[in-house]
């Protein structure tokens, strides 16, 4: 089984934290744009052809800021070109200040079945200070819109003025209007994005202050009733992203439109970020892929184990040794010792505690080295 994903770049604004393809003063070129993304497709069919994918996320940008007609067309496409299975997870990602009950109806009439919607805090003020164009108001709202089918919720943590007290009023706000799974990511400010400088200026909670508030959402999401599955990812039970899940078992996607990125047959490629280049490309009758590379053994391996721990599962043992032969925990005893306080094995599992998780990094680098 495989994934498709497909970038709308196109958004109302770009928030103070975005690094992604996304281009707020080129919406008018969202037809053509998706014209070429159908035409992209048909280019993939034939060597793709012998690929069943489960799973097809439309991501951004803000692919709800486009018309809900072309979302449409897009999945139509999707159907038309791959083998998509019946009853794959398909999901679009929206702004809660872009969605209405037409969209969502054409969404749900065209076979979408799973939504992300982008909350991030549910303090308006916050909102407005990392140029969301939405407010409390409006996610309440679409919520209600959703009222019964699946939908996840993005929470973010460590924005400025940002306290414990108001990630748990946001992990309540989501978990209480009916999402069936939140994602939970710490802010990564980005060198060339406006929330740069607030970071730089000592402005925004430290790393401490940011882990407290991680604690403190791990904590209300589990008395909630959500499980942690992944570092960043929490549910109720069987409402895993399936999507999510295929990226960090090291499955195989195809990536659509502007930088997006794909990983077939052990070849990873990625498109122009360039929408101008995308367009000359597309229509040109020719590929929009920058760069490409054959991902070696050895970094099949440390992709896997880097993958894995970042899971609350961990390294399936068994796994590894069908996948790469031999026996990890003798191959890796030096780095098993050196992180035995954070690690735990459990039968055929290799996992980072559930108190480390949060600062896995610090822990999977030595298995990286």
Same mark, same amino acid.
């Given at each position: 089984?495989?994934?498709?994903?497909?970038?709308?770049?196109?958004? /109302?604004?770009?928030?103070?934290?975005? %690094?992604?393809?996304?281009?707020?003063?080129?919406?008018?070129?969202?037809? !053509?744009y998706m014209a070429c993304v159908y035409r992209e497709m048909a280019k993939r069919k034939n060597e793709l052809k012998n690929y069943k994918f489960n799973t097809l996320y439309i991501g951004g940008g803000t692919p709800s800021v486009v018309d809900e007609n072309y979302i449409?067309?897009?999945?139509?496409?999707?159907? /038309?070109?791959?083998?998509?299975?019946? %009853?794959?997870?398909?999901?679009?990602?929206?702004?809660?200040g872009t969605v !209405?009950?037409?969209?969502?109806k054409t969404y749900l009439n065209c076979g979408i079945n799973r939504f992300s919607v982008g909350l991030q805090t549910a303090v308006d003020g916050q909102l407005r200070e990392i140029g969301r164009v939405h407010?409390?108001?409006?996610?309440?709202?679409?919520?209600?819109?959703?009222?019964?089918?699946?939908?996840s919720v993005d929470v973010m943590l460590g924005l400025k003025n940002q306290t414990v007290d108001d990630v748990i009023k946001t992990v309540e706000t989501a978990a209480y209007s009916g999402a069936k799974h939140i994602s939970v990511y710490a802010l990564s400010p980005e060198d060339g994005t406006p929330i740069y400088s607030d970071y730089l200026n000592g402005e925004l909670p430290d790393g401490d202050e940011v882990a407290a508030m991680y604690a403190a959402a791990y904590a209300k999401l589990k008395e909630l009733g959500f499980t942690r599955y992944e570092v960043s990812n929490f549910c109720k039970k069987g409402f895993e992203s399936r999507h999510n899940l295929n990226y960090w078992k090291r499955g195989e996607y195809i990536g659509f439109g502007v930088a997006a990125s794909s990983c077939i047959n052990d070849v990873r490629f990625t498109n122009t970020f360039n929408l101008d280049e995308y367009f000359k490309c597309i229509l040109s009758d020719n590929f929009a892929v920058i760069s490409s590379e054959k991902v070696d053994e050895a970094g099949r391996e440390e992709e896997y184990v880097m993958l894995a721990l970042r899971t609350a599962a961990g390294i399936n043992l068994k796994e590894y040794a069908n996948l790469f032969g031999g026996d990890f925990l003798k191959k890796y005893s030096v780095q098993i010792e050196k992180v035995r306080e954070y690690i735990e094995i459990n039968g055929d599992f290799l996992k980072i505690k559930d108190e480390y998780l949060f600062v896995q990094n610090q822990i999977i680098v030595e298995f990286l080295d």
């Open positions: 089984m495989a994934g498709i994903y497909v970038h709308i770049p196109f958004c /109302k604004s770009k928030c103070t934290y975005c %690094d992604f393809a996304s281009f707020p003063d080129k919406i008018g070129f969202a037809e !053509s449409a067309m897009l999945v139509a496409a999707a159907r /038309k070109n791959f083998n998509l299975d019946e %009853d794959a997870e398909i999901t679009i990602e929206m702004n809660p !209405s009950e037409k969209k969502i407010d409390l108001k409006q996610f309440l709202q679409c919520a209600k819109l959703l009222k019964g089918k699946n939908f």
